[in-house]
């Protein structure tokens, strides 16, 4: 049995989940997301929680049991509360801001980067080396703080670049001067 996949998933009062034709629809104050699910699982809802369950112990429904089971829980968190990434800009001159809808950040490059947020994703730029990310969906958010991230990862020399809130970049050291 899975250690993750056994564990209730407690919905509270604001979410609400339905099952119908093999598609999991969970509903909250912040919107709606939507999740194909395989046959290899069911959703059980009893006394306001929400369990998982595999129909069989094949190694598909094994490995189905506790990935449902954190996606279902990530859907109810992302409706009620949402899910944040926070993004660190280091670098001299390196910045980013909202121009309208558009997230425009300067990375050294000759030219200016421009980002169009995807449906359902929210950015923000509380001051010039700070993007914050917010959304729903926790795949997507991941995914776009991924993508910015990606347009100039952090170098281990002297720590230019974008990165996550939290995350330490491991320094390497320089040339040696000449003998």
């Not at 506790?66 to 859907?75: E, F, H, I, K, T």
């Not at 996550?164 to 040339?175: A, D, L, P, T």
């Amino acid at each position: 049995m899975s250690r993750i996949g056994k564990m209730p998933i407690a919905i509270g009062n604001e979410a609400k989940i339905e099952v119908k034709g093999g598609i999991i629809t969970v509903t909250g104050p912040k919107g709606v997301l939507d999740q194909p699910m395989v046959e290899e699982v069911r959703i059980v809802e009893e006394d306001g929680k929400v369990l998982v369950q595999r129909i069989n112990d094949s190694k598909r429904a094994r490995a189905m049991h506790g990935l449902y089971r954190m996606l279902v829980s990530n859907m109810i968190q992302g409706v009620t509360t949402g899910f944040t990434r926070k993004l660190e800009i280091a670098g001299v001159g390196f910045r980013a801001e909202m121009k309208s809808d558009l997230l425009a950040l300067t990375l050294g490059y000759s030219h200016m980067i421009y980002f169009k947020a995807p449906e359902g994703i929210k950015m923000e730029t509380p001051d010039q080396v700070t993007v914050l990310i917010s959304g729903i969906d926790k795949a997507l958010v991941g995914q776009v703080a991924a993508k910015i991230r990606s347009f100039r990862k952090p170098e281990p020399y002297r720590g230019k670049g974008i990165k996550y809130e939290g995350e330490i970049i491991r320094r390497k050291e320089g040339k040696a001067a000449g003998k």
